[in-house]
């Protein structure tokens, strides 16, 4: 099939790969390079730099929502456009223009978790199970016909950033099948419905700072949901303290957001007379460490609360 691809980050890259080994992509459609970095350097997408280095026309338009845009892609003349993270809904004009339609490959089992973070929230949530969804493109968010469904277990320590990685691979290799039952005509569309959907808002900085009142479960899937970012935080002695790893710690209990040295592990009280390891932890100005290294030089106070 003559395929475009719409994608941005790290999560679409495998499913670039995948397509390209199987078909033809004519043209590859990504968000506009941003400045990154201390020296603000204008950085292109992990899409671009794959498309580029298989020699595939890219384009970065700024807005999809121009006769221009349109006509470009009509132009293209796609058997079908697949979008992954590419980061703009289509308007109807281009969601007509491919007669085997748009599909978009999505990190939920949906109706669930629909919106920008899926894999994010699945995780702060304690879901147990998650997966990919292959979906046609409507002009809502995420709510068009379901066409296939690929589940995994999410591990109890597994965190947001491995199971992206995970995801990223069964998309690539679920895109592959629905687009050969595409072809073939072996699948059939599933309306979504509403009843079991919840929005995976976008991820903010204001979500990181923990309450010691909650569950230490409730806690750790916290920390793993927002590992690599933005990264759960306290503070220690005025100072940030970011938390990177933890896990349950058992037998321990006090006033929440007290910590405790036991035999050189870093544990806080949680609520619910619950408690948590923190193993992995960032003072602010400092390299990540352990728990335990941190203690040696962060001696803890009988009457201290961690904020």
């Not at 304690?126 to 296939?148: C, H, P, Q, R, S």
């Not at 941190?294 to 609360?305: A, Q, T």
Request: proline share 7%.
């Amino acid at each position: 099939m003559r395929i475009i691809f719409m994608g941005t980050p790290d999560f679409a890259v495998p499913c670039l790969q995948s397509i390209i080994e199987k078909h033809t992509v004519c043209a590859v459609f990504t968000q506009p390079d941003k400045p990154k970095g201390r020296g603000y350097a204008l950085t292109p997408p992990p899409v671009k730099v794959l498309a580029q280095e298989k020699n595939i026309p890219v384009y970065q338009p700024k807005t999809l929502r121009t006769e221009e845009a349109a006509q470009l892609i009509r132009d293209l003349n796609p058997d079908a456009i697949v979008g992954v993270a590419y980061g703009k809904i289509l308007p109807k004009e281009i969601l007509a223009v491919p007669p085997y339609g748009c599909i978009n490959v999505h990190a939920s089992l949906l109706p669930k978790y629909r919106g920008a973070a899926p894999i994010q929230w699945a995780v702060i949530n304690g879901e147990k199970e998650t997966g990919v969804t292959t979906m046609y493109m409507a002009e809502g968010l995420d709510t068009g016909d379901m066409l296939l469904k690929e589940k995994t277990e999410i591990g109890p320590e597994e965190t947001a950033g491995e199971l992206h990685d995970r995801l990223s691979q069964l998309g690539a290799e679920l895109i592959i099948k629905t687009l050969q039952g595409i072809e073939e005509g072996t699948i059939q569309r599933i309306p979504q419905g509403d009843s079991e959907t919840c929005y995976a808002s976008m991820l903010t900085k204001e979500l990181s700072h923990v309450d010691w009142n909650k569950p230490a479960q409730e806690i750790h899937n916290l920390v793993r949901g927002l590992s690599p970012w933005p990264v759960a935080n306290t503070t220690f002695h005025g100072k940030l303290l970011k938390i990177h790893k933890t896990k349950i710690a058992d037998g321990y209990s006090g006033e929440a957001g007290h910590p405790v040295n036991a035999n050189g592990a870093f544990i806080v009280c949680c609520g619910g007379n619950t408690a948590l390891e923190l193993l992995e932890v960032q003072y602010e100005g400092k390299k990540r460490m352990s728990g335990k290294d941190f203690l040696r030089g962060h001696p803890i106070e009988e009457d201290m609360i961690l904020r």
